[in-house]
């Protein structure tokens, strides 16, 4: 298959593409500069120049394509209106990557007994009302000769496979235990988010390409943790020892960024039984501690 993929130098997207050259297909990346270009045509991918918000090229590298992988953007509204607009009545595939931190709530550092499935209800902070607005378009489209398939994955972590190596979240902690000499964590850090490794996560897209039924949606998570227990592993890892210390949310905002408050600071409990039931994903990934202690994260980032 011939494949378009957006977000072909990014960290998840990147490593997609990667699985999908392993596997046979043909890929075409975005690339809005010069350096992408070339980075991904030394990867053997064929870069289609152009920016997120362009209509033209989109629809015409539909054209060319039998699928199509968003993953440049959760949030953009207007590359999924124009890849469905190209798509609609072809019965090519659209695989869009979302994101599982739309069922968080401001939660400040505190448990949440809550989990979801793709089933269950939930409303989503203002800030992810317009994810799942995109998301629920992109099901939508299946009614109009459009396989979309939408897939959330809970925070991914360990070494990219494609363009970009590195991941967001876990950087971003460690980073911030090292300039305060201690590990950090939003509030008392009992949240829990779920976990699953990049490479995991490659492999699902490619099982959804070739097995998942137009319309559907799909977590992907292995494990959960607590912000807490990632962060005392960051301080082991960096040498800093296990005290970890409470981030009030003002401040750690300040250091973090809005992420704080649905990245770092809220629940976010998924379950993937779908997954695995319908697509025989088997997740093979090492757990996110070991990876911090012992892993890619120590390699990047831990004492010398």
Known sequence: MKIFVTGATGYVGGSV?????EAGHTVIGLARSAQADAALKA???EPLRGELNLYTPFVEAVARVDAVINAASSDNPFVVHALLTALKGNAKTLIQV?????VGTYDNGEASEDIFHED????PAPEKAMRVAIDQS????????VRTIVIRPTLIYGRGIGVNAASVQIPKLIDAARKAGVPRH??????IWGNVHIADVADAFLLALDHAPAGSLFYLENAETNFKTTTQAIGRMLGLGEATQD???GDAVEGLGPGAHLSFGSNSRVRAGKARKVLGWAPKGGTLIDEIENGVYREMYGKT
Do not use: D, E
Request: hydrophobic content about 45%; overall charge positive; glycine content about 14%.
């Open 120 to 123: 269950t209800p939930f409303t």
């Open 247 to 249: 981030w009030p949310i």
């Open 43 to 45: 990867r053997g991918i």
């Open 138 to 145: 992109i099901l939508a489209a299946s009614l109009h000769g």
């Open 98 to 102: 979302s994101g599982s931190s739309i």
């Open 17 to 21: 593409a990667t699985r999908l050259l």
């Open 186 to 191: 939003v509030g008392r850090g009992l949240n």
